[in-house]
Nanobody, 125 residues
Framework: QVQLVESGGGLVQAGGSLRLSCAASGRLFSTYTMGWFRQAPGKEHEWISSIIWNDGDTYYGESKKGRFTISRDNAKNMVYLQMNSLKPDDTAVYYC??????????????????WGQGTQVTVSS
């Protein structure tokens, strides 16, 4: 089992950058595929990116690659989301999620078993 805590959200102007962090507690962090999702008010959860547990391959949702970069540090039990050129449409609560040993369907929210509480990102115009 793993517990996740996100941090790094806040208020930023359009065009700015933020780096979100997700700290994982528990054993065997390196066996978890990690993902980032977001939910804007009144909208469904949207997949942003995932990083696979065994080979470190990264996957991105539609139109996310280029502005968003996922990374992980297994020695520190951390996963990150670097967000650049932020737009007001990026305003949402951002969630970190984990699934053990999973590699297929990296954007399928239903396959992630553990979730953080979320961190708010607000992009002003």
């Amino acid at each position: 089992q793993v517990q996740l805590v996100e941090s790094g959200g806040g208020l930023v102007q359009a065009g700015g950058s933020l780096r979100l962090s997700c700290a994982a507690s528990g054993r065997l962090f390196s066996t978890y595929t990690m993902g980032w999702f977001r939910q804007a008010p009144g909208k469904e959860h949207e997949w942003i990116s995932s990083i696979i547990w065994n080979d470190g391959d990264t996957y991105y949702g539609e139109s996310k690659k280029g502005r968003f970069t996922i990374s992980r540090d297994n020695a520190k039990n951390m996963v990150y989301l670097q967000m650049n050129s932020l737009k007001p449409d990026d305003t949402a609560v951002y969630y970190c999620a984990a699934r053990q040993y999973g590699s297929n369907w990296p954007g399928d929210r239903s396959l992630f078993d553990y979730w953080g509480q979320g961190t708010q990102v607000t992009v002003s115009s």
